[in-house]
């Protein structure tokens, strides 16, 4: 069956643009997870949803970031006026619901900013 | 701060013998443990995963060991092949149940032919 996907694949900005990243969660999933990797890091949660609602948006690091779900399914991540700091891979991963440990990742979109 | 540390970067095995990566947490309230493997240009795949009331979950090459005591999870795959090249990742479930996945940096392997 269909996995995570997720797009663009790559996006290149300019500083000060703004950048819609969309993920389609699996199919039934109804927990989705975002995270970024920067370079040499590790992968940091950013937001997760349960259906639709975001309990926790304590990981977005600013203001300038936020992402909605619509319909317990797709998924956009907002970036608003881009900093080249944000350059980073940004990971979707769904689950089947908030309560299963085991997540299905995306293969990520990787947002440049210059 | 790192609440999930993987203090090797990188570690390079012979085909054929044991590869072990090491993570070490600071919190001991974390309940989930997951090892992810991830290849270039893909995201995360699960691997093995590991609950606090366990020490070890062995799946077919893979084990995972937890022990309480030191904060630290070792990931065991014997024998290693050439396929298992790839970053490993562990992770602890935040145990605040806000579902929040805390990742350690990660460490690469390479299985030498």
């Known amino acids: 069956g269909a996995g995570v996907s997720q797009s663009p694949s790559n996006k290149v900005t300019e500083k000060g643009k703004d950048v819609e990243l969309r993920c389609d969660p699996i199919?039934?999933?109804?927990?989705l997870y975002w995270y970024r990797q920067s370079l040499g890091q590790g992968l940091e949660f950013l937001i997760y949803f349960q259906g639709n609602s975001a309990p926790d948006k304590s990981g977005l690091p600013s203001d300038r970031f936020s992402a909605e779900r619509t319909g317990g399914s797709v998924s956009t991540l907002t970036i608003q006026r881009t900093q080249q700091e944000d350059s980073a891979v940004y990971l979707c991963?769904?689950?089947?619901?908030?309560?299963?440990?085991?997540?299905?990742f995306g293969p990520g979109t990787r947002l440049t900013v210059t | 701060d790192q609440q999930v540390k993987q203090n090797s970067p990188s570690l390079s095995v012979q085909e054929g013998r044991i590869s072990i990566l090491n993570c070490d947490y600071t919190?001991?309230?974390?309940?989930?443990f997951l090892w992810y493997k991830k290849y270039p240009a893909e995201g995360p795949t699960f691997l093995i995963s590991?609950?606090?009331?366990?020490d070890k979950n062995e799946d077919g090459r893979f084990t995972v060991f937890l022990n309480k005591s030191a904060k630290h999870l070792s990931l065991h795959i014997v024998p290693s092949q050439p396929g298992d090249s790839a970053v490993y990742f562990c992770?602890?479930?935040?145990?605040?149940?806000?579902?929040?996945?805390?990742f350690g940096t990660g460490t690469r392997l390479k299985v030498l032919a």
């Open positions: 919190n001991s309230m974390f309940d989930y």
């Open positions: 992770a602890a479930s935040d145990p605040k149940g806000t579902y929040k996945y805390i």
């Open positions: 991963a769904s689950s089947p619901d908030i309560g299963s440990y085991e997540q299905y």
């Open positions: 590991i609950s606090s009331i366990k």
């Open positions: 199919s039934g999933h109804t927990a």
